[in-house]
């Protein structure tokens, strides 16, 4: 049977400050951390530094309504993929975990690239529809809303195969833990 594990990815305090209902999605997301506590399946955080988010900083802090557990691991990552340049692959190696429950910020960056990352790697990666955001692509060439960015990840993801792993999505709701 494959085990699961729920990857919380960069929900800090600058990443989110203007992003698309966030106060839903991490409303879905404290729902989600406190079902796989319930359920025993792991969860693992996620959380980003760069020059424009300095590690220590108030912005970087996970914002106040998700609390990370004393015995919760924490990667923290320099780039957008939570695989490069961190221990997460040896994290989930260690736990065992096949299947991962990918929800957090930012749809456009973060979150398609450590899904896209996690389904090279050969895991099964499911990214929660409604416990995702951005903030607005406006600025972009076309320019794109965040509810746009958000549609589309949904949409396309559930079509990623690699012959090793599959994607697909699940409203918060509806996820099932392995």
């Keep these: 049977m494959m085990k699961s594990a729920l990857v919380v990815i960069d929900?800090?305090?600058?990443?989110?400050?203007n992003a698309?209902?966030?106060?839903?999605?991490?409303?879905?997301?404290?729902?989600?951390?406190?079902?796989?506590?319930?359920?025993g399946v792991?969860?693992?955080?996620?959380?980003?530094?760069?020059?424009e988010l300095v590690k220590g900083s108030?912005?970087?802090?996970?914002?106040?309504e998700l609390h990370i557990a004393d015995d919760e691991p924490v990667?923290?990552?320099?780039?957008?993929?939570?695989?490069?340049?961190?221990?997460?692959?040896?994290?989930?190696?260690?736990?065992?975990?096949?299947?991962l429950i990918v929800c957090g910020a930012q749809t456009d960056a973060c979150i398609r690239s450590t899904l896209h990352g996690a389904i090279?790697?050969?895991y099964n990666a499911t990214l929660v529809s409604d416990a995702h955001t951005t903030d607005d692509c406006t600025w972009a060439t076309p320019p794109l809303s965040a509810e746009q960015v958000i549609a589309?990840?949904?949409?396309?993801?559930?079509?990623q195969r690699t012959p090793r792993a599959v994607g697909?999505?699940?409203?918060?709701a509806e996820v099932v833990f392995l």
């Design 11 to 17: 929900v800090q305090r600058d990443v989110v400050a």
């Design 20 to 39: 698309f209902r966030r106060n839903e999605v991490v409303a879905n997301i404290s729902g989600l951390v406190d079902r796989a506590r319930k359920e």
């Design 42 to 51: 792991p969860v693992i955080w996620v959380q980003h530094s760069d020059d």
């Design 58 to 64: 108030e912005g970087w802090a996970y914002v106040d």
């Design 75 to 99: 990667v923290h990552k320099q780039f957008g993929d939570s695989f490069e340049g961190t221990n997460l692959d040896e994290l989930l190696q260690e736990l065992a975990i096949e299947q």
């Design 120 to 122: 090279a790697r050969g």
């Design 152 to 159: 589309h990840t949904n949409f396309y993801w559930n079509w």
């Design 168 to 172: 697909g999505t699940s409203l918060t």
